[in-house]
């Protein structure tokens, strides 16, 4: 199975699987101890711990509306297995595209891709490259957004970030760049949750009174719901932890149901207040 299907008031969601990713499980899971994070998941003999690379359908009105694109396809053999890349397509290019054929669409039908931010493993399966090596949209009828503080932030170039951020996903696309909190498609909301980087947004789905928020790389996994379980990876983590400290309010106060991109085993599930902090209810594995 690639995919989870869950509705939203009357909108019909898909959690689609873009495959896999192993990164750090060290850098995963930043100043936690290694002998906290292996209990909750096993780290291989490269100390690389399994990330899927979930992305977000949702059927609406106003057209299909798919957050983040998983990694793509573009990457060299070297890439591929420094990150443990898993994504390669059985019928279509990626694995991404096979689990949208899956639930019953095709890449043209798509008519918006919203990026939760611009790094290589939400935004990779933005564009492929064509026989001639030209960059395409894969999604060549939607209209692409992302903040546009992150695509200024993307195109830094500055030595910290730029390994994750890959100009061939993002320079030959025209943004439609949304500034602080938006609303492009009725009930579609950007919301940003900065930390991780500075203009990271989660999107949350609102239909007739329910809410579904994808969290991007805020809470990657459900191991990360625990407020300090923060990624080496996040270049502002004492905003990142503001940010769930707000994202975790509303979603106890209005009973949101959350989708994990990166959890290999959970794809949603709901919080509820925990001796200390929050606990995860309702988890659904993929499926
Ligand atoms: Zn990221």
Not at 53 to 78: F, M, P, T, W
Request: proline share 7%.
């Amino acid at each position: 199975m690639t995919h989870t299907t869950f509705r939203v008031g009357h909108l019909t969601c898909h959690a689609l699987e873009g495959g896999r990713q192993h990164l750090d499980g060290g850098a995963m899971f930043g100043v936690v101890p290694k002998p906290l994070w292996e209990r909750r998941i096993a780290p291989d003999a490269r100390n690389r711990i399994p990330l899927a690379l979930r992305c977000l359908l949702i059927e609406h009105d106003a057209g299909l509306v798919l957050v983040d694109s998983g990694a793509g396809n573009k990457e060299s053999a070297k890439f591929v297995d420094i990150y443990g890349l898993e994504n390669a397509g059985a019928g279509g290019r990626t694995a991404l595209e096979d689990a949208l054929a899956e639930v019953g669409h095709r890449p043209e039908d798509v008519a918006w891709v919203i990026n939760t931010h611009l790094h290589f493993d939400h935004a990779g399966g933005n564009t492929w490259r064509d026989g001639s090596g030209a960059l395409r949209p894969v999604f060549p009828n939607a209209r692409y957004v992302v903040q546009q503080g992150e695509l200024e932030f993307a195109r830094l170039r500055n030595e910290r970030i730029q390994a994750s951020y890959l100009p061939h996903n993002f320079e030959s696309i025209d943004f439609l760049a949304v500034r602080g909190e938006a609303e492009p498609v009725p009930g579609i909301r950007c919301v940003p949750t900065p930390g991780h980087v500075p203009w990271h947004q989660s999107i949350l789905v609102e239909s007739a009174g329910e809410r579904a928020c994808f969290l991007g790389d805020l809470v990657p996994t459900t191991h990360h719901l625990p407020l300090v379980w923060i990624m080496g990876y996040d270049v502002e983590p004492l905003r990142t932890l503001e940010s769930r400290r707000a994202v975790y309010a509303r979603a106890l106060a209005e009973n949101w149901l959350l989708v994990f991109e990166h959890d290999p085993e959970v794809a949603l599930g709901r919080l509820a207040p925990a001796d200390r902090g929050v606990a995860l209810v309702e988890p659904r594995a993929i499926g």
